[in-house]
C-alpha cells in the first residue's frame, strides 16, 4: 500500500522568503512522486514528478523537489515567494513499476499564505 | 488546445436522486482518471479507465457509483440514490498513458447533496 503525509496543513510565509512544504510518503514499491497545485475553484495543475531519474526535480514557476530514498521524503522548495503562489499543494504518489495504472494516492494538502 | 472540461460545474440535487457527471477528455487521451476531492477525506482515487475499459475500479465507494466511458472518450460518472455524504467536488483527468504521464485535470464538478 501506498500513503503520502504532508507535515502542516497550513505554511505562512512573507513575499520573498523560502518556502518548504513538506512530504513523506511510504511505498512497499519504487514510487512516482508528483507535486500538484490547486488555485481556488480551479483543478489540480502539475508543478513537477520524479520518475526514478534525477533525484533533484525542477519544476514550473521556480520550484523544485529533492527526492531523498533513505528518508523517504520529497519536500517542495522555492528560493523567494511571490503572492501569486498563495495556493494549495498536493503531494501525491502511484506506483512505479511497469504496467501501473498511474493512479495517484494524494496527501491531504498544504495551503500555502503569502503575506506581503 | 482544449483542456479537459467537466460538466455541470456545479450540482445541487436532493438525497435519493440520481445524478450524471460528464467528463469529456483531452483528444487523444488514451487514460481517464476520476477522483473525488471532499473536506474528510481529501482527495481519493475513484476509478481508472484505459480505453473504454475500466481496469481499476478500487476506489469506488460503493454500488451506488458506476461509471463508464464511450468511443474512448467522454465518460460519464453516475451516483446513484445520492446520499449527503456524496456531496463533493468529483474531479476528472486524463493522460496519453499511464504511469508517469501527466494527468491533465479538469475543473470538477461540485456537487451538493441535500
Known amino acids: 500500500a501506498q500513503s503520502v503525509t504532508q507535515l502542516g496543513s497550513h505554511v505562512s510565509v512573507s513575499e520573498g522568503a523560502l518556502v518548504l512544504l513538506r512530504c513523506n510518503y511510504s511505498?512497499?514499491?519504487?514510487?512516482?512522486l508528483f507535486w500538484y497545485v490547486q488555485y481556488p475553484n480551479q483543478g489540480l495543475q502539475l508543478l513537477l514528478k520524479y520518475t526514478s531519474a534525477a533525484t533533484l526535480v525542477k519544476g514550473i514557476n521556480g520550484f523544485e523537489a529533492e527526492f531523498k530514498k533513505s528518508e523517504t521524503s520529497f519536500h517542495l522548495t522555492k528560493p523567494s515567494a511571490h503572492m501569486s503562489d498563495a495556493a494549495e499543494y498536493f503531494c501525491?504518489?502511484?506506483?512505479?513499476?511497469?504496467?501501473?495504472?498511474?493512479?495517484?494516492?494524494f496527501g491531504q494538502g498544504t495551503t500555502l499564505q503569502v503575506k506581503p | 488546445g482544449a483542456g479537459v472540461s467537466q460538466s455541470p460545474s456545479n450540482k445541487v440535487t436532493e438525497k435519493g436522486k440520481d445524478v450524471e457527471l460528464r467528463c469529456d477528455p483531452i483528444?487523444?487521451?488514451?487514460?481517464l482518471y476520476w477522483y473525488r476531492q471532499s473536506l474528510g477525506q481529501g482527495l481519493e482515487f475513484l476509478i481508472y479507465?484505459?480505453?473504454?475499459?475500466?481496469p481499476d475500479k478500487s476506489g469506488l465507494p460503493s454500488d451506488r457509483f458506476s461509471a463508464e466511458r464511450t468511443g474512448g472518450s467522454v465518460s460519464t460518472l453516475t451516483i446513484q440514490r445520492t446520499q449527503q455524504e456524496d456531496s463533493a467536488v468529483y474531479l476528472c483527468?486524463?493522460?496519453w498513458g499511464q504511469g508517469t504521464d501527466t494527468q491533465y485535470f479538469g475543473p470538477g464538478t461540485r456537487l451538493t447533496v441535500l
Open positions: 511505498s512497499s514499491v519504487p514510487p512516482y
Open positions: 483528444s487523444g487521451h488514451t487514460a
Open positions: 479507465f484505459q480505453g473504454n475499459s475500466a
Open positions: 501525491a504518489v502511484s506506483d512505479g513499476l511497469s504496467g501501473n495504472t498511474g493512479k495517484l494516492i
Open positions: 483527468a486524463s493522460s
